[in-house]
């Protein structure tokens, strides 16, 4: 990875979200997941757009299961350990702010002090900000032009420092700005020792977390300043500088050339079927959006035939 010339935290080490659990525990999953699927097909109740749906079969594969499960314990389990987190006391759902996208939501209510959400953090030391300048090829769009990558959008820092810290726990980057009475959340650092948060970490400076590669040793809490009913949306003040240079970019903002024909992809995924050739000159795809074919096959052990299998959900999309 070019990163890691550049005090990025991770060198070529490959990044997974595998559980590290017993291998029994595998065994007897796969076991149980195996007498499943010999048993008669039956329907499962889901979860699509906010409502049940008892009409589709929740087809997921083993592995995205097995990730599932392993992370969900009991309330009585998370009373019993005190380092861990609850992390489904939020979740995404179309933000009340106009244009804003997608927002963090209350799942229960949560009184104040409550540990909403956890994040370990993603430090870049001295050059943080030159990793994140890039040049975008600009298919379709006329012009070169030169940007911070966007993941500078959910990244924390200070004007006179080089520091940046990039949240990357679950839910947390959906919380959207607001000032004064409205925030309900703020961050802190965590007041104890944690696999991905090192009290000692604070005191060092930029140098230090320059060369402190493949270690994460630093995280956020995202506490509740009040109580927060179930629905509601969660809000952080970003601070008063953030909201003038926003206020600021708003007014200066003017559309791209061709944003015209730009579509969202949530738009685009209304359409199932991928085009043709032919199809696609007489109808091209927006120049926003990319298509990609996700191959899945295994091979049957009694025909040698390769078969598909089913990554994702059938309601789930890539973009």
Known sequence: WEFASKDFPVYSQAMTNLPRHPWSEVEEFIQDKLEELQAPPKLKKTIMNGEQDEEK???????????????????????????SYCQDHIQPKLSTIPQAGRGAFATRDLPQGTVVGYAPLIHMGK???????????????????????????????????????????????????ASGDKANVKVRFPDKELVAHKPEWLHKDPDFFAHAVEKIGLSFEYIALREI???????????????????????????????EDYQHSSEFADDPYLRTQS???????????????????????TTGDYVFTEILRETTYRW
């Open 57 to 83: 079969e929740d087809k997921v594969s083993i592995t995205r299961h097995f990730i599932r499960k392993q992370h969900m314990q009991t309330l009585e389990w998370l009373q019993t350990h005190p380092n």
């Open 229 to 259: 009913k179930e629905g509601e949306e969660v809000f952080m003040d970003y601070g008063p500088e953030w909201e003038a240079a926003w206020e600021e970019h708003v007014k200066s903002w003017e559309p791209m050339p061709g944003s």
């Open 279 to 301: 199809e696609q000159e007489r109808n091209p795809y927006p120049n926003n959006v990319q298509t990609m074919c996700i191959a899945s096959y295994t091979s049957d052990e």
């Open 127 to 177: 050059e943080g900000r030159q990793v994140l300048h890039i040049q975008y090829d600009n298919v379709g769009i006329p012009g070169k032009r030169h940007a911070h990558d966007l993941i500078i959008n959910y990244s924390f820092a200070h004007k006179d420092s080089s520091m940046i810290l990039t949240p990357y726990g679950g839910m947390v980057n959906y919380i959207n700005h």
